[in-house]
């Protein structure tokens, strides 16, 4: 091992070395729209109005291309030679069993979404059908497209954002031995400029990126966590409850950053999961069983059928401030998301074959969502047609109570409202613990385990700026910030995409296949020449297993 190399392990391992730039400016940054939006609410409110307009009118296409592309990529890699390559050494074996890996995934890139839009987005869409579908609202028509669009919206585009995030990171991490940072990920692409000026820009994106999209999932858990209570304790939803349900939770957050990864995300993130699968069992069970079995594969079969004409939809023939709305919305959210979920899933995906992770990241998540939509929503739907709840109306008067109507409509109501009450807090810590992770990872040079009191600075800081737009502007806010700061972060991704097709064709293991193997003495020495300056470690098992 290099002297380099003994470095970059060291500083990847506990605490690592501050990046003071990247950490100024992102905690300055972050400290100015708090204050912002403290000192002068109106003004903030009105920037994030007009910039939401522009982003969409101007980018709104970008939104919808882009996520195309990074499904369509995703799909490539893991059917195509690259996905015999380990995320790591080539004996590495993975460091999380399937299970705390897919739970701590799931809960990550997912979990308080899953819960505020379960019942609130099929009936949305229920009474107010998607434009293009042409559909009447509240009729069978209304139900089949509302699940269709739902399932479009929370299964493959996401998880497709996330693993291409996620696999350059553990690739350049793991497999080429470089920081655990965007930045790191780069340098096939942009050379020694990665640890310059130009890899603090955007290590920085990725900050800010993290920071609003984490603050938006937070937002939404305190929003629902107020109505919660407001429906099962009789505690008045306002503005000032959900800033105490933030302040409580944040709270609750910094007590688990300091029991470490193994500890206190894995198994928190293992609790939701099965206070989730038993909420919906209870749903089910309960619930209209018969017809949900009816909408799962329904559901699916409209999704995949209508796939390609939903992905390319855009403003041109459709109605942009709906698209604005919701697939722009949970496009640009995913996005924002992606620098903390794809860093976090690499985190803990060290060890597996990138057939492997790409399919487990794809294909188990969106199996699980659909299910989820299939019993929550598909439930929310029959309560709704056959007239036992207006759950309409409840959306209508906010989102958040949606999923309490459908409680309400069912046994032991305030039990399985506390129930649910519980899985959004208990989503809320672990987002807060994972984005807080990954932040003082981006802020730390790409160290696997950075300090803790940076941990629990960024968390404070992810909880202050939650509480900042909802006191200026509620779910209108949330939206608009993520949209904006998801904007400049598409373009990092397509480098990311581009920087990791490079790297991956170099790859080794590639090299040692029998259809590349340098023929003569020459090739041979330059191969490992070429190798060497990047990645001895693999190289020199490869001239090892050379036969001579």
């Known amino acids: 091992m290099t002297m380099s190399e003994q470095t970059d392990e060291k500083s990847a391992g506990t605490g690592g070395t501050i990046d003071r730039v990247v950490l100024g400016l992102g905690v300055g940054g972050v400290l100015a729209v708090v204050v912002w939006g403290v000192l ?205 349900v933030i302040g409580s939770l944040t709270l609750a957050f910094v007590i688990s950053a300091f029991t470490g990864l193994h500890r206190g995300i894995k198994w928190l993130s293992t609790t939701n999961v099965v206070l989730a699968v038993a909420l919906m069992l209870f749903v089910f069970v309960v619930g209209p069983t018969i017809y949900t079995l009816e909408v799962l594969p329904a559901a699916i079969g409209d999704y995949l059928s209508g ?80 007239g036992v709840r207006d759950l309409v109306a409840d959306a209508s008067t906010s989102s958040e109570q949606a999923l309490f109507g459908l409680l309400d409509a069912l046994p032991l109501a305030a039990l399985t409202s506390v129930l649910a009450m519980v899985l959004v807090a208990l989503y809320f810590v672990t987002s807060a613990d994972s984005a807080s992770l990954v932040l003082g990872s981006l802020t730390s040079r790409g160290a696997l385990r950075p300090h803790r009191v940076l941990v629990v600075l960024w968390g404070i800081l992810i909880g202050s700026i939650a509480g900042v737009l909802l006191f200026t502007g509620g779910l209108d806010a949330l939206q608009q910030a993520t949209i904006m700061v998801a904007l400049p972060f598409v373009v990092v991704m397509l480098g990311l995409a581009v920087a990791l097709i490079k790297d991956m064709a170099r790859d080794p293991l590639l090299a040692a296949s029998p259809r590349n193997r340098p023929q003569g003495l020459a090739d041979a020495v330059r191969t490992a020449r070429s190798y060497e300056e990047e990645d001895p470690p693999p190289v020199r098992r490869y001239l090892r297993r050379r036969p001579r």
Do not use: C
Not at 166 to 193: C, K, Q, V
Not at 204 to 227: H, I, N, P
Not at 362 to 369: E, H, K, Q, T, Y
């Open 307 to 386: 796939l390609v004409v939903m992905s390319t939809r855009t403003g041109a023939f459709s109605d942009p401030a709906w698209l604005g709305g919701w697939t722009i919305f949970y496009w640009a959210w995913w996005i924002s998301w992606a620098p903390f979920v794809g860093t976090f899933i690499a985190r803990i995906s060290r060890g597996r074959t990138v057939r492997q992770f790409l399919i487990g990241v794809l294909l188990v998540p969106s199996g699980a969502s659909a299910v989820w939509f299939a019993i929550m929503g598909g439930s929310a739907l029959r309560v709704q047609a056959t």
């Open 40 to 244: 002068a609410r109106d003004s903030l409110a009105s920037v994030g109005e007009s910039g939401l307009a522009w982003v969409i009118d101007t980018f709104g296409w970008f939104f919808v291309v882009a996520a195309n592309a990074f499904l369509v990529l995703a799909v490539v890699l893991a059917l195509s030679r690259f996905g015999r390559i380990r995320l790591g050494k080539d004996d590495d074996e993975p460091e999380f069993s399937s299970l705390a890996w897919i739970a701590m995934m799931f809960s990550a890139g997912m979990g308080i979404g899953l819960v505020f839009f379960a019942v609130a987005e099929p009936i949305q869409h229920y009474a107010t059908p998607p434009p293009a579908t042409g559909v009447e609202p509240q009729t069978g028509a209304a139900a089949s497209a509302a699940m269709q669009y739902t399932l479009f919206h929370w299964t493959l585009h996401p998880w497709a954002i996330y693993a291409v995030v996620a696999l350059a990171l553990a690739y350049s991490t793991f497999r080429r031995g470089r920081e655990n940072r965007i930045s790191a990920a780069f340098r096939p692409l942009i050379g020694d400029r990665a640890d310059g000026a130009t890899g603090r820009v955007i290590d920085l994106l990725a900050v800010f990126a993290t920071v609003f999209g984490s603050a938006t999932s937070l937002g939404l858990g305190a929003l629902q966590v107020a109505a919660g209570l407001d429906l099962v304790a009789g505690v008045p939803d306002s503005t000032t409850v959900e800033l105490i």
